[in-house]
């Protein structure tokens, strides 16, 4: 069941990819709004779901596009090469290589009256690539990291270390999430990269009428 749903909305769904990574597309795209209800077998998963919209897609909306990697908009998150030494006492290479990836917020007591988090937080980081440390740091920074995150570190391999950053940025001592990234001897810039992008051929204004 779906509520409220833009065509970009649906399209961003079903294709995996950000509202500035789709071209085209009529007037209305991010605008009208449409509900869905549908049936799914047992046993479904997230990705058998996004497909079965894609074909909704295009039998209803006649929707038709081109998916090729262009040079968006991103954050970019690299080795300083400067900062060699930081980063070997801040990332210790993972203790058990073979456990799942995982960040654990660390709680440090209630934050001050009136406040809706601690000023500064702390997520455990194991075992984690920096592949896997690039997707996570739009989730734990969403209010400052508005575009994806994309690994050029070029670093290998697994690794343990603390992520301590603010939530409130205008607190004292406020740390922000590009101050914390730095003392593990990276740095996240503004650029661009490749992303996949969805070039829209050709899309109906409004979907084919419901069934009878």
Known sequence: VVHQATPMDLITTAYHVERDAVIGGPPGIEFDRYGIVARTPPGTTQGDTARMLGTLLADRFKLAVKTEMKPLPAFLLKADPAAKDKSAAAMKPAAKPDADPDCRFQASGPPPPNTPSPPTITFRCSNMT???????????????????????????????????????????????????????????????????????????????????
């Open 130 to 212: 920096m592949e896997h440390f690039s997707k996570q740091l739009r989730d734990f920074a969403w209010a400052n990291i508005n575009r994806p995150v994309v690994d050029i570190t070029d670093l290998k391999g697994s690794w343990d270390f603390d992520l301590r950053f603010s939530w409130q940025q205008g607190a004292p001592d406020a740390i922000t999430i590009f101050q914390a990234v730095a003392k593990l001897g990276l740095k996240l810039e503004a650029g661009t990269a490749p992303r996949p992008a969805i070039d829209i051929l050709s899309m109906a204004e409004s979907p084919t009428p419901n069934a009878a």
